[in-house]
RNA sequence: GCUCCCAUCGUCUAGUGGCCUAGGACGCUGGCCUCUCACGCCGGUAACAGGGGUUCGAAUCCCCUUGGGAGCGCCA
């Protein structure tokens, strides 16, 4: 039997970090089984669907890199295969039609609650209605077993056991013939042959209702695994409007795909001491059964330092291929300056993410407009000029413009003057970047070029003397 | 309220009855390195929710309590 998972969000947001990883483990299933991973888009409520939200999913799911094997598909398209099954348990009295008002099933929950029970459907149409109000478009009920008990072998969970009574005849269609989530999730995971469930645990108290479903369609029930839910800093469920940012919020937010991959695997899963797992390995070594059961709470630190260490070790072209992208943000074409590839290599172990790689590699392309107020006061002062001046004749004596010269270049400014090295280096710096942060000296001047590096420190002196005058 | 799920450092986790005076990682922190910022290196901080059992022995098994989470929709 091949295996065959699916992820199926609903269209009514963005994709954010639990749907993607609910959308990973499944995919790692999939990928490591050799499986068939299956997207399918769960939009049967018209009222919040919508297509800019499927847009942001599929958009979500290319940046992450988590390619579906079949799909899109759209459970609007598939109205008339629902009805055709809801017909079909109708006659064969696996399910019924439903005439009780809203209100009175309103009623009912609150006397429910009121009397502490568990608020469930009574049951009141489920032998037949005498005289069926000829008002009303009846709902149906799907015609739950009575006792028993369903028995769900959760492959995190374990055995899970569910008495029948405790489940009620839940509708399967609206007043307006319109199939309900539980209905749709069941008729699809059947026709599309699925044999993995992989969702998020907040559908575990589902599955009894599904399993029963199935059961009455005369199929086998799939294999589930729940997994718990991501928590917020604060402990609580990350929700939409608590904390669960869109991943493509973290791309603009300069993190790298492979980074957010690797943390996601790694909350409510392990393989011994390791936290690098490349895509590969993930696909290797992941295994769903050991996936932890309870919930684990969402710690940006820790995904910042991941992110880190992929801007450190990855191939210099695939960050620039990330890079660009921030880059474009500040106004930077890349090809206009130094080589973005030698460019990420100085800046690669001096940045958390690739916004403020970007921003750190912005004076390398473009003039900045003014130097960083505090820098420039503890630096760009009088006794700066003569050093300046030194470097700046030897810098234009240099025969070749690269490091090692410059560096000697700086040094020896540094010996002649009697002087520390940082004494020169942080005026220059300041000079050159605008503010006392850059890589080191001499690589930086390399990169940014003999005639901006000597135009920046004619411009310092000038600003030197400016602020002598006015002083 | 009822049903279901869960419980090791602040956080992610290792641990599946003796290897645990509980290991790793992030964070925080002391030091080294140093032209800035970083990187790196060395060190430190900090946990088995509580109580009962079972056992020669329990973080590991059982029960209770407490605390968290989810579900109980003509939402998904």
């Known amino acids: 039997m091949t295996v065959r998972t699916r992820f199926a969000p609903s269209p009514t947001g963005y994709l954010h970090v639990g749907g993607a990883r609910t959308a990973l483990f499944s995919w790692l299933y999939a990928r490591k089984h050799g499986g068939t991973f299956i997207l399918r888009i769960e939009d049967t409520d018209l009222e919040r669907s919508s297509a800019e939200s499927v847009d942001a999913i599929l958009q979500g799911m290319t940046w992450l890199g988590l390619e579906y094997d079949e799909g899109p598909f759209y459970q609007t398209q598939r109205f008339p295969r629902y009805k055709e099954v809801i017909q079909d348990m109708l006659k064969a009295g696996q399910a019924y039609h439903c005439f009780c008002s809203k209100e009175r099933l309103e009623q009912l929950r609150s006397e429910q609650m009121a009397r502490k029970e568990k608020p469930r459907y009574d049951g009141k149409c489920r032998h037949g209605v005498a005289n069926p109000p000829a008002d009303v478009s009846p709902v149906v009920r799907f015609k739950n ?137 993930m696909v290797k070594l992941f295994d769903v059964t050991q996936v932890h059961s309870s919930a684990a709470a969402f710690n940006p630190e820790k995904l910042l330092w991941l992110n880190q260490h992929y801007i450190k070790n990855s191939d210099p072209k695939h960050i620039a291929h990330h890079l660009s992208y921030h880059l474009g943000k500040f106004g930077i074409d890349p090809t206009s300056g130094p080589d973005l590839l030698e460019v990420i290599q100085v800046q690669r172990e001096r940045a958390k993410t690739l916004v403020e790689m970007a921003q750190n590699s912005v004076f390398f392309y473009k003039d900045f407009e003014a130097y960083d107020t505090k820098d420039a006061a503890s630096h760009l002062k009088p006794e700066a000029e003569k050093p300046l001046i030194l470097l700046r004749e030897r810098l234009t004596a240099l025969s070749l413009w690269e490091a090692q010269a410059i560096h000697e270049a700086v040094a020896g400014v540094a010996e002649a003057l009697g002087l520390k090295l940082g004494k020169i280096a942080q005026p220059v710096r300041v000079a050159i970047a605008g503010r006392a942060v850059s890589p080191p000296i001499d690589v930086t001047l390399a990169l940014v070029g003999r005639d901006k590096t000597l135009k920046r420190l004619d411009a310092a002196l000038e600003y030197i003397r400016n602020q002598t005058v006015v002083a």
């Open 145 to 281: 077993p009575l006792d028993g008990a369903v028995t769900v072998e959760d492959l995190i969970r374990g055995r899970v056991v569910f008495q029948s009574s405790e489940l009620d005849d839940l509708i399967i269609a609206r007043g307006d013939g319109t199939p309900t989530y539980n209905f749709t999730v069941v008729v699809d995971d059947m026709d599309m042959n699925i044999t993995h469930v992989i969702r998020g645990d907040d559908h575990l108290n589902n599955t009894p209702r599904q399993m029963n479903m199935l059961k009455a369609l005369g199929r086998t029930p799939p294999v589930y695994a729940h997994v718990p839910m991501i928590l917020g800093a604060d402990g609580a469920r990350l929700s939409k409007r608590h904390g669960a940012v869109s991943v493509m919020q973290y791309r603009d937010d300069g993190f790298l795909p492979e980074a957010l991959l690797n943390y996601l695997v790694r909350l409510g899963w392990s393989h011994g001491d390791q936290e690098i797992f490349s895509i590969d390995e």
